[in-house]
């Protein structure tokens, strides 16, 4: 039938009223004319199979109908129709549509077509991972239709960046279509400035509350490293079990209009109108609250100033009131707070088990407090929900950098390893910009960081990144499964050593081969810098990850004061050296304003801390080899018995290209190629044509004479020494020689300079101890200064008798400069005082001295309950920073 325009549809009407007019006409037609009829066709998805709908339409002419499957409707009068979609059950599971009631239009010769989408209402909580349209937890969201607000403002998808949390409202339908989010939110845990940063442990402190950052933390125009005390943040994050929390989102902001943090109510006092977040406090005496403030509540403060004594002022508080009905879906992430045999609370949420519950990537034994986990529950009304599939999050076993080799359609490889993804892996893209770089954007060559863990088909990635960098060497970080006199295994992937290895410990100083592997353990931390060298995975660079009881701080920065090399500060951090530091890549001069450096370390009683090892940034090549020229060629030479590739880009210093010559003492830059093969940049001669040889002490022999490696070396009272003086030679030290050859091939040496500290460690009981600073140990003298550290003690402590481990290095005078004092048995600290400040009963002072308590702690009758200027007895252990650890209170 044909289908009129409405133009010309009121043509016709005038035309017949035109010929009425007239008297034309029988006298049917008196006799308006009847519309021609409609139809109307609804199509129902969403639903489970043999699951009924309940729609009821209604429209003129007193029609009414329910319908419960896809139907059409014929012969309708023309005219508006509403369509009410009824809420329906299946399993426990309600099933609604975005909109319960919606009006169309039926016309006349005309079939209009309807769709009602129903779906289960999903509330999600979890992290952005990826983008196109939004994916969280696993699962992409169509945000067509989508609302987003940002810290409460309206905003658009554009303002999310992965790793920010996020809750998502949404409908999951009953297919595999993607759920419709009708609304994101986005809310930061905190916002305001830095009041302490933890090196060691990755940590920060903003309004009171601990924030924690590791591999899978997404950092938007900041680095942890950059972060000081002047660093104003806005940090997104979820609550770990011991109250402190994991950033996964943590951007830099250049103002602070507002504070603002979320957290759980603790210690409310309506009279002093008053209560705790963490460990800050907060007065809500001039606030206005939205909702009931109770223990256990969760809230969102906001205040137009900083703390002050640890007291935050609040504007305006808002409590999370949210709730379910029973029937709607859970899809949460996040950190397990409290576990019993039947249940676990993550978030706000308290979720039970049952027979039907599915555990996926681990079993219900291995679920602990601490771990990580995706679940799907169905609520039960009360804001408690029945889980019915969770997953138990991995932790990261290796973090690797480089290019990649081979792609397949489910899989990449790097350094001859697989690697996975789920809908779970995070992407970032910091080279393209791509913002919806996903898998099936990787492609061969291009640089990627990945951090994964081991699964059966072998390593499935928790988050990739992809990066501009113009580098054939490979990163990889990881935990030791084996290792030979030579090699070091990580997760299947066998990294040779060579005398083209570095070895560092944790403390970030240059050791031996033979003490690295000495020193190593099977599930040891390293890290390591690789590149393939004719055809075999190499170490270009080696070294331990320091462990809790090393308390090494490692990062990187800019000085950015500057009063004299042993006192300047790097990103804002207070540092110190000593005579014991040790120089990569420059020299203790090359300390100045605005100079890049890698800075390893450990704190002092003071606070400060002390370098013990300093890099700095360089652009040198990839290698460094020195020595003499093994064999020679136009195209290639030989040193160390390392093929080095020569071409017309390389560089002389000190001489020309025909001044090579077997025999001559040379250092190279190399650059390793993507080949695999070693390229020389820059050659420099030896400038005074003397006999040179670097390496490590391997024997010593009487007075004045010791080998590297076969080379003999002697010395007399003429020989220079530099960084070092005679008496301090012993095996394992790296020195530089140069000399001369005699007839016996003995190299004579005119000056030793010493490459690296000689370490001394020695145990047993101190004696020859008077007040001060100088002990033996056995035959050793030992002496301690503000630089050495004390674990389980203090200088205090040290008396004839008490049995300590000492660890240092050999001074001029023979002695060991302790760097490290450990006692034996921890020695018990008694204090009485007046307490002079005051977070919590976990964490305060008397006097100077930090105290704080767990629950391991004995508190005498209400000792629990004291504050501010009460007068307590402690007993405690000192940890490394001088903290005490108290395991008795008693209230004076």
Same mark, same amino acid.
């Given at each position: ?730 095996? @394992? ?5 140069? $000399?001369? +050859? %005699?007839?016996? #091939?003995? /190299?004579? *040496?005119?000056? &030793? ?115 501010? @200027? ?5 007993? $405690?252990? +000192? %940890?490394?920073? #001088?903290? /005490?650890? *108290?395991?008795? &209170?008693?209230?004076?």
């Amino acid at each position: 039938m044909k289908k009129y325009s409405k133009k010309y549809l009121s043509l016709v009407t005038a035309g017949s009223l035109l010929l009425t007019a007239c008297g034309g006409g029988s006298d049917s037609d008196n006799n308006p004319t009847e519309p021609e009829k409609g139809s109307l066709s609804i199509a129902i998805s969403g639903l489970p199979t043999n699951t009924l709908a309940n729609i009821e339409i209604s429209g003129p002419d007193s029609f009414k109908q329910v319908i419960t499957a896809t139907t059409t409707i014929p012969e309708l009068a023309p005219g508006t129709y509403t369509i009410k979609a009824l809420e329906v059950s299946n399993d426990s599971l309600r099933f609604i549509t975005a909109e319960a009631g919606t009006t169309i239009d039926v016309r006349s010769n005309q079939t209009t077509q309807e769709l009602i989408q129903y779906g289960v209402p999903q509330i999600s909580q979890g992290v952005v991972s990826g983008f196109g349209s939004v994916y969280v937890n696993g699962t992409r969201y169509d945000t067509s239709e989508s609302k987003f607000t940002h810290n409460h403002q309206a905003s658009a998808e554009a303002s999310l960046n992965v790793g920010m949390q996020v809750t998502v409202t949404s409908l999951k339908a009953d297919d595999n279509t993607s759920p419709m989010a009708t609304s994101i939110e986005y809310l930061a845990h905190a916002q305001g400035g830095v009041t302490h940063i933890d090196l060691f442990n990755n940590s920060f402190v903003i309004l009171g509350q601990t924030y924690i950052a590791n591999e899978l933390t997404v950092f938007e125009d900041i680095t942890f490293d950059q972060i000081n005390l002047n660093s104003i943040l806005e940090v997104s994050a979820t609550e770990n079990a011991d109250g402190q929390f994991i950033a996964t989102h943590i951007a830099s902001s250049s103002e602070q209009d507002e504070q603002q943090v979320q957290g759980t109510i603790t210690n409310l006092d309506s009279i002093k109108t008053t209560f705790t977040l963490g460990a800050l406090t907060v007065d809500y005496s001039q606030s206005e609250i939205d909702g009931e403030l109770a223990n256990g509540a969760i809230i969102e403060v906001k205040a137009t100033n900083s703390p002050v004594n640890n007291i935050l002022i609040a504007d305006d508080i808002d409590v999370n009131e949210q709730t379910t009905q029973a029937g709607e879906l859970l899809d949460i992430t996040g950190i397990v707070k409290a576990l019993s045999a039947q249940s676990l609370t993550v978030g706000q949420y308290q979720l039970s088990f049952n027979d039907d519950t599915e555990f996926t990537h681990g079993e219900k034994e291995e679920l602990t407090v601490g771990t990580k986990v995706n679940l799907i529950a169905v609520t039960s009304g009360d804001n408690s929900a029945v889980i019915k599939k969770i997953q138990l999050d991995e932790l990261t076993e290796i973090e690797i950098s480089g290019h990649v080799e081979l792609t397949s359609d489910d899989s990449f490889t790097l350094a001859g390893q697989n690697f996975t993804v789920n809908s779970f892996t995070q992407y970032e893209d910091d080279y393209l910009n791509n913002r919806q770089f996903n898998f099936k954007d990787i492609t061969i060559g291009d640089y990627l960081e990945v951090d994964a863990y081991q699964v059966t088909d072998g390593l499935l990635s928790q988050s990739i990144q992809r990066k501009a960098i113009e580098t054939n060497t490979l990163d990889i970080d990881g935990a030791v499964d084996s290792f030979t006199e030579t090699t070091i295994t990580i997760n299947k992937i066998t990294i040779a050593t060579s005398n083209l290895s570095e070895f560092e410990n944790s403390a970030g100083r240059e050791i031996t081969q033979q003490q690295f592997f000495e020193q190593l353990n099977k599930g040891q931390q390293v890290e390591i810098e690789a590149a393939s060298i004719n055809g075999e995975l190499t170490a270009i660079e080696i070294e331990m990850e320091s462990s809790q009881l090393d308390e090494i701080i490692s990062f990187e920065g800019v000085i950015d004061t500057f009063d004299s090399s042993e006192h300047f500060t790097v990103n804002g951090h207070s540092l110190t050296t000593s005579t014991h530091t040790q120089y990569d890549d420059g020299v203790k001069s090359d300390l100045i304003l605005g100079a890049q450096v890698e800075i390893k370390g450990r704190k002092n009683n003071d606070g400060v801390i002390l370098a013990t090892a300093i890099e700095f940034e360089s652009d040198a090549s990839d290698l460094e080899i020195e020595g003499a020229i093994d064999s020679l060629t136009e195209q290639s030479l030989t040193v160390a018995g390392n093929e080095i590739t020569i071409n017309d880009s390389t560089i002389y210093e000190d001489g020309l290209r025909g001044d090579l010559a077997i025999g001559k003492y040379i250092e190279v830059d190399v650059a390793v190629e993507a080949s695999g093969l070693l390229t020389a940049t820059n050659i420099e001669f030896n400038p005074q044509d003397e006999d040179v040889v670097v390496g490590f002490i391997t024997e010593t022999q009487g007075e004045y004479q010791f080998t590297i490696g076969q080379q003999v070396v002697t010395f007399d009272a003429e020989t220079d020494f530099d960084n070092g003086v005679n008496t301090q030679l012993a095996v @394992g030290l790296k020195v530089k020689v140069s $000399g001369s +050859l %005699d007839q016996e #091939n003995i /190299l004579v *040496a005119e000056e &030793v300079e010493f490459e690296q500290l000689q370490q001394q460690t020695v145990e047993g009981a101190a004696s020859n101890f008077a007040q001060g600073n100088h002990f033996s140990i056995g035959n050793q003298q030992v002496e301690v200064n503000s630089h050495t550290q004390y674990i389980g003690g203090g200088l205090s402590n040290i008396d004839n008798g008490v049995v300590i481990k000492v660890e240092g290095f050999i001074n001029v005078q023979g002695s060991v400069t302790a760097e490290k004092v450990t006692f034996e048995q921890e020695q018990l600290v008694k204090i009485d005082g007046i307490v002079s400040s005051f977070t919590d009963t976990t964490s305060f002072s008397i006097g100077t001295q930090v105290i704080i308590t767990s629950a391991e702690t004995e508190f005498d009758d209400d000792s629990n309950s004291f504050t501010l @200027g009460s007068n307590l007895s402690i007993e $405690g252990y +000192l %940890d490394n920073s #001088n903290v /005490l650890h *108290a395991t008795k &209170v008693s209230v004076n």
